[in-house]
């Protein structure tokens, strides 16, 4: 079945570093990959999106890679902040009929002060 | 615009039960999914809805049922609780209706089953 493999799954960086957090997806026919950040006790959030025929997209910080081929997609956060620490989820959004959006895990980001 | 709302937040029931869980999408908004998030397993997908049509579902038992309204107002039920049911309970909206847009998520319902 579908599926969405997410790593790591606790990431602990330095205020200032940057962080990748990768997901590999098994459907081909998914053509939607959306991120999102859920802070403690709230609910997720989107904080940036990528479609199939596009590569890749940066929106100030944050930057998300795409490659078709090998079903590998990436999310990079640069000079993080504390208030960057949150868990953030990958998905894959597949349309079969409706659609179907398929999550990762989710990664732990800590970000030390 | 307000956005989604779930009701109840909590919940508290024992095996065996039955729950119906309410969310009310942004106004405007035709597609509702619902997700099951536990610790460690992310967000399971559940089911989506549009214009009162089911229209995927996951893999999840027949216990899991919902259904949607003409207000896009969308209901699920769980029948016969189990222990493992115990989770936050995720709906969230859209405006679009490829799965190609961004989905709306509300603050959930909290389920507990003793």
């Known amino acids: 079945g579908e599926n969405v493999e997410q790593h790591p799954s606790t990431l602990s960086v330095q205020e200032g570093d940057s962080a990748v957090i990768k997901c590999t997806y098994s459907?081909?026919?998914?053509?939607?990959f959306p991120w999102y950040k859920q802070e403690l006790g709230k609910r997720p959030q989107l904080i940036i999106d990528?479609?199939?025929?596009?590569g890749e997209k940066k929106d100030q910080r944050i930057a998300v890679t795409l490659n078709k081929t090998a079903k590998h997609f990436s999310l990079h956060i640069t000079e993080t902040q504390p208030e960057d620490s949150a868990v953030y989820f990958c998905?894959?959004?597949?349309?079969?009929?409706?659609?179907?959006?398929?999550f990762g895990a989710g990664t732990r980001l800590f970000v030390k002060a | 615009k307000a956005g989604v709302t779930q009701t109840p937040r909590y919940l508290i029931k024992t095996r065996g039960q039955q729950v119906t869980l309410s969310c009310s999408p942004i106004?405007?908004?035709?597609?509702v999914s619902w997700y099951q998030q536990t610790p460690g397993q992310g967000l399971q997908f559940l089911f989506e809805?549009?214009?009162?049509?089911?229209?995927n579902k996951g893999n999840f038992p027949g216990r899991f049922s919902g259904r949607q309204f003409s207000n896009s107002r969308s209901e699920m039920n769980v029948s016969t609780l189990e222990l493992g049911d115990s989770a936050l309970y995720l709906c969230?909206?859209?405006?679009?209706?490829?799965?190609?847009?961004?989905?709306?998520f509300g603050p959930g319902t909290r389920l507990t089953v003793l």
């Open positions: 969230a909206s859209s405006a679009g209706t490829s799965g190609s847009h961004e989905q709306f």
């Open positions: 459907d081909s026919a998914s053509n939607y």
């Open positions: 990528i479609r199939s025929n596009v």
């Open positions: 998905a894959a959004s597949i349309p079969f009929g409706g659609f179907k959006t398929i």
């Open positions: 106004s405007g908004h035709r597609s």
């Open positions: 809805y549009f214009s009162e049509t089911q229209r």
